[in-house]
């Protein structure tokens, strides 16, 4: 039965993940609320042990600060008593009168014990057994009980939080040190060193810019070629081909071409040389 009403729980919870439309809940405005709710259950004095479980539950849920699972067990604790005390009283025909077979619950854990209390009304007029009277008795109440809370909770959620008094306002006001000339002063020396940390952050962007647009030279783009080379991002033949190329344009009093020597990075492996072209070298004999 436990694990029946775990996996029950678990559906609840993830249909109200699914279908809900708001944040979550400010449960601190429903302190108030169980508070009262508490203080009823002092009042009460009983041996059953369900309703001894309830009321240490929701006591301990109240420490936590999880006042909305506080309010429900406050709930059955309070269901569970009443009808221990009206059952006390009343006599089996009148319980059975009292008892109704439907009802318009907007707690869906009110409408389940509500179903749970026909069943146990079905189960009494098939067996003649009062207990289950006595029980269908119960958990209408609790439906009851589960229901009044829902729309208590409502009603404190929906509250507004108590403004926070504002604190008294200051007013300050500011007097200027010293004479009005050496402050104008101070104040003419500051604009005149931003302006000038301004025009030398532009040249220094200016020259910077300059310098990154000016094209490269031969010599420099043969020095990139080498980068270019060891980094493998171009093969040897393009190297050669591009080398030779800025070689030629240089011009003779920068560079000497012929001081100049290949750059290669390693040797190309000779190509395998088949043997039928062994025959075709070899001197012929006469």
């Known amino acids: 039965s436990a694990k029946g009403w775990l996996e029950a729980v678990e559906k609840l919870n993830k249909a109200a993940r699914e279908k809900s439309g708001g944040g979550k809940l400010d449960e601190k405005k429903l302190k108030q609320y169980v508070a009262k709710l508490l203080a009823e259950l002092d009042e009460v004095s009983s041996d059953d042990e369900e309703v001894k479980f309830h009321i240490s539950a929701a006591k301990e849920a109240f420490k936590r600060g999880d006042y909305l699972a506080s309010s429900y ?6 269901a569970y008593n009443s009808a221990l005390d009206q059952t006390k009283d009343e006599s089996i025909d009148e319980i059975q009168k009292s008892l109704v077979n439907e009802t318009n619950s907007k707690s869906v854990w009110a409408q389940l014990y509500f179903i749970h209390s026909i069943y146990s009304m079905a189960e009494g007029n098939r067996s003649d057994d009062t207990d289950f009277y006595l029980n269908a008795f119960k958990l209408q109440l609790l439906s009851n009980s589960l229901n009044t809370n829902l729309e208590e ?7 507004s939080v108590p403004p926070v008094e504002e604190a008294p306002r200051i007013e300050v006001s500011i007097s200027p040190i010293g004479k009005p000339e050496a402050n104008k002063l101070l104040i003419l020396m500051g604009i005149i060193t931003v302006a000038a940390v301004l025009v030398a952050a532009v040249a220094l ?28 991002k171009i093969s040897e033949k393009t190297y050669e081909r591009l080398a030779e190329k800025y070689s030629r344009e240089l011009r003779p009093e920068t560079i000497e071409l012929k001081e100049r020597e290949p750059r290669k990075t390693a040797k190309k492996a000779p190509k395998n040389i088949s043997p039928k072209a062994d025959l075709l070298k070899a001197p012929r004999k006469p």
Request: aromatic residues 4%; proline residues 2%.
């Open 73 to 78: 067990d406050a709930s059955f604790a309070i």
């Open 205 to 232: 962007i200016v020259v910077i810019a300059r310098q990154r647009s000016k094209p490269l030279g031969f010599k420099e783009k043969l020095d990139r070629l080498d980068e270019l080379l060891l980094e493998g």
């Open 153 to 159: 909770t409502k009603l404190e959620l929906a509250k």
